[in-house]
């Protein structure tokens, strides 16, 4: 079965600090990665990753994906209570109609 | 402006009553989804359409329906049959890219059945 791994399932940081947020999958015809955040509506598209060791990078955030360990990070420098928020990890699959398999999802708590 | 539009925001429902919920989207995509959002918990594929007159079951079907007899059109009939309907319902649409689809979310809608 086809699944999304995120990790923390929740975090609390100060304003400042740089945080990673985890996801491994494990899926068949993987294609691509993907990271929204959710600010209690709907997600918003951050990144798409389909080849290894290439970083994405935008603003303060940043995100790599590695196929060999099957693991995608998201990285945030110097948060702001802005970034306070869900980040939600999904990964497409070939041959699959373009539909996404979403992680349950980190939820992330800047504090001033 | 272009976008995905959900309504209504807001619905609530007696017990044993269908509900549909709309979604329009003006991005010209051919792709459209919906998604069913739990409290802390992921996004769940309910059902998805590549071509207009067609659709596929998500993970998470039975007691839902749908129809796309338009391509901007793609509306989600919640049924009586669903055991568990109160959630946070998510449309969604996407362009077949060759790296993949970059789904993009409407607003969402809010379901609560008393």
């Known amino acids: 079965e086809d699944k999304v791994v995120q990790s923390p399932l929740s975090l609390v940081v100060h304003e400042g600090d740089t945080v990673t947020l985890n996801c491994s999958y494990e899926?068949?015809?993987?294609?691509?990665l993907l990271w929204y955040k959710q600010e209690k509506k709907a997600p918003t598209f951050l990144f798409m990753l389909?080849?290894?060791?290439i970083e994405k990078k935008s603003g303060r955030l940043s995100s790599i994906l590695d196929k060999k360990e099957l693991f995608s990070i998201l990285n945030i420098t110097a948060t702001q209570t802005g970034d306070s928020a869900v980040y939600l990890c999904?990964?497409?699959?070939?041959?699959?109609?373009?539909?996404?398999?979403f992680g349950q999802g980190t939820e992330l708590s800047v504090k001033p | 402006d272009g976008g995905i539009t959900q309504s209504p925001k807001y619905l609530f429902r007696k017990e044993g009553q269908n509900v549909t919920l709309s979604c329009e989207q003006n991005?010209?995509?051919?792709?459209m989804y919906w998604y069913r959002q739990d409290p802390g918990q992921g996004l769940r594929l309910i059902y998805y359409s590549q071509i207009v007159n067609d659709f596929q079951k998500g993970d998470i079907a039975e007691g839902y329906s749908v129809s796309r007899e338009k391509k901007e059109s793609f509306p989600l009939t919640v049924t009586s049959a669903q055991k568990n309907p109160t959630a946070f319902y998510l449309c969604?649409?996407?362009?077949?890219?060759?790296?993949?689809?970059?789904?993009?979310f409407g607003e969402g809608s809010w379901l609560t059945v008393v």
């Open positions: 999904a990964v497409g699959i070939y041959n699959q109609g373009g539909k996404l398999i």
């Open positions: 389909t080849s290894s060791g």
């Open positions: 991005l010209n995509h051919d792709a």
């Open positions: 969604a649409s996407s362009i077949m890219g060759e790296a993949g689809n970059t789904i993009y």
């Open positions: 899926v068949t015809n993987f294609r691509s």
